[in-house]
């Protein structure tokens, strides 16, 4: 299983960016899918998740801003992220888990600038 995560790059504050992820397999197979982050030095967080056929949950930080959606047909998970701030700057991976498997992509860099 392969997970190509795209979508980063360099944005003002205030700006948007729409992350996706690829996988290489049907994600209906996934009963969770989800967004972490990491800045150096600091562990890697959750940004956002979506268990299959459920509620998705956000960070306090992301809450309102950021939206988490899967496309089964297209085999994608996206991160749609809204009025961003100088502290979203990351390195932003996917997340897949099926079974006792948990998966990662390669990661995607946002910056956001002041």
């Known amino acids: 299983v392969q997970l190509q995560a795209s979508g980063g790059g360099l944005v003002q504050a205030g700006g948007s960016l729409r992350l996706s992820c690829a996988a290489s397999v049907s994600i209906s197979s996934f009963y969770y899918m989800g967004w972490h982050r990491q800045v150096p030095g600091k562990p890697r967080e959750l940004v956002a998740g979506?268990?299959?056929?459920?509620?998705?949950n956000y960070a306090e930080s992301v809450k309102g801003r950021f939206t988490v959606s899967r496309d089964n047909a297209k085999s994608t998970v996206s991160l749609q992220m809204n009025s961003l701030k100088p502290d979203d700057t990351a390195v932003y991976y996917c997340?897949?888990?099926?079974?006792?498997?948990?998966?990662w992509g390669q990661g995607t860099l946002v910056t956001v600038s002041s």
């Open positions: 997340n897949a888990k099926s079974g006792l498997q948990n998966y």
């Open positions: 979506l268990p299959i056929g459920g509620i998705a």
